[in-house]
């Protein structure tokens, strides 16, 4: 079990209010992402959950029990970090079995765990190494491993890879969404990067300055979002987001269209300009197009290698069953 329910909590620090009142439910075994931009409240969010801070009002309960004034060590939960604080002269069975000596759990059992998280995490053959000894990626899995064996009812994960090189990153995320499905404990992750929040999560939550933008599966939040923020934060590239006449053409304050919604065409066609700098992945083509008589600068994503260059015409058409409409709240028309 681990649902955990937060009602009406607020977070002040001094007269600055972090988390304005606030309501979630994650469900049990869900892998829920909090994401949103550095500073919005994830982390403050993730410790208040914790109990690592205490909330200004409000109330939290964790399988149907108030937890609100449960010490952090009582609640259930396990914390992984991105600075994973090892202790540099315990061998990895050490540093994994710690939480489990000073809860005073013996020693067969310790073992016990010990040997199925490693082999859950390919530590095996590393236990009797240092943190010194190890890459990386292996230090996050220790880390990983001594909130494993404390058989948590959620584990609460702040930015833990954010410390790792891009490839390492894709291979742990890889490695924490199997972990999620072997052991279908509800996880708590916290991002800045939406690419993580849509690749792992069942559900996202989208925070900006401690309010919740939205709730919703990754797709969800891709097809129908919210608001104009959120438009702009999930997706990559960014949804091109147009105001001016060419929105209020579409009855709406803003109009947005993702890079991968444009068409290039050859004959006839809404927007007429120039290449600006187009950037050749390989797989895909992504190119800026300006002097289309928008104010905005259109980035257009197409499959493939495309041979446009800079200071070339052409000619694009957003499909129209894909554009997005937002008042001058940013909300969504419908
Ligand atoms: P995130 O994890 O999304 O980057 P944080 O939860 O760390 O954001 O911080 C949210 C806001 O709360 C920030 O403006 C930060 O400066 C402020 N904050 C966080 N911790 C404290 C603290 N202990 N005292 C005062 N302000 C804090
Ligand atoms: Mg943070």
């Given at each position: 079990m681990g649902q955990i329910t937060l009602e009406k909590v607020t977070k002040r620090f001094g007269d600055v209010e972090v988390i304005p009142p606030l309501d979630l439910t994650i469900q049990d075994g869900e892998f829920t992402v909090f994401v949103g931009p550095s500073g919005c409240g994830k982390s403050t969010l993730l410790r208040l959950i914790a109990g690592l801070e205490d909330m200004t009002t409000g109330t939290i309960s964790i399988d149907g029990q108030d937890a609100t004034d449960t010490p952090p060590a009582k609640r259930g939960l396990a914390m992984v970090f991105q600075s994973y604080a090892l202790y540099p002269h315990m061998s990895v069975r050490k540093n994994i079995a710690f939480p489990m000596r000073m809860a005073g759990i013996d020693i067969a059992e310790q073992n016990r765990r010990i040997e199925q998280a490693a082999a859950a995490l390919n530590l095996t053959d590393y236990l009797d190494r240092r943190p010194g000894q190890l890459s990386g990626g292996q230090r996050q899995r220790v880390a990983i491993g001594r909130a494993i064996v404390?058989?948590?009812e959620a584990f609460l994960f702040d930015e833990p890879l954010s410390n790792l090189d891009a490839a390492l990153r894709v291979g742990m995320r890889l490695e924490i969404s199997e972990l999620h499905k072997r052991l279908a404990t509800t996880m708590i992750y916290v991002t800045h990067d939406q690419v993580e929040a849509m690749t792992m999560a069942d559900k996202i939550v989208v925070l900006r300055a401690g309010h919740i933008e939205q709730v919703g599966t990754p797709l969800e939040l891709y097809h129908t979002p919210r608001n104009s923020f959120v438009a702009g934060f999930i997706g990559s590239p960014k949804m091109n987001l147009i105001t001016g006449p060419e929105a209020e053409k579409c009855d709406a304050h803003t109009i947005g269209i993702r890079p991968e919604h444009i068409d290039v065409v050859d004959g006839e066609g809404l927007w007429t300009g120039k290449v600006g700098v187009a950037e050749h992945l390989g797989s895909d083509t992504f190119f800026h197009v300006q002097?289309?008589?928008?104010?905005e600068t259109i980035t257009v994503r197409a499959p493939g290698e495309v041979n446009y260059r800079h200071g070339d015409t052409i000619t694009l058409n957003p499909r129209p069953d894909q554009v997005h409409r937002f008042d001058a709240q940013g909300l969504r028309i419908a």
């Open positions: 404390r058989e948590p002097d289309t008589g928008l104010a």
